[in-house]
Nanobody, 115 residues
Framework: QVQLVESGGGVVRAGGSLRLSCAASGTILSANVMGWYRQAPGKQRELVATIISGGMTNYAASVKGRFTISRDNTKNTVYLQMNSLKPEDTGVYYC?????????WGQGTQVTVSS
């Protein structure tokens, strides 16, 4: 069982920045994929960014060039640096850890971007 705890959400004005953190209870080296998803009110949860154990990253087109996913294996933590935030980035951001055939989710952290 892996527990993921997100932090770093908040309210920011458009153009601002936030850094989200996802702390895992176990080693993230065992995860095939670590990632961030988000869910806006009334919409389905969508992929934001992923990072695999080898360090390769993948981003949604809407955040490419503005967001950066990274990992610190010594701290078992995954980060999402979000710059040039837009109101459409508002939502609950969830951390995902894919370990073999099991997916673990955090409880989510709210990000609100005001115009």
């Amino acid at each position: 069982q892996v527990q993921l705890v997100e932090s770093g959400g908040g309210v920011v004005r458009a153009g601002g920045s936030l850094r989200l953190s996802c702390a895992a209870s176990g080693t993230i080296l065992s995860a095939n994929v670590m990632g961030w998803y988000r869910q806006a009110p009334g919409k389905q949860r969508e992929l934001v960014a992923t990072i695999i154990s080898g360090g390769m990253t993948n981003y949604a087109a809407s955040v490419k060039g503005r967001f950066t996913i990274s990992r610190d294996n010594t701290k078992n933590t995954v980060y999402l640096q979000m710059n040039s935030l837009k109101p459409e980035d508002t939502g609950v951001y969830y951390c995902l850890g894919a370990y073999g055939d099991k997916n673990y989710w955090g409880q989510g952290t709210q990000v609100t971007v005001s115009s």
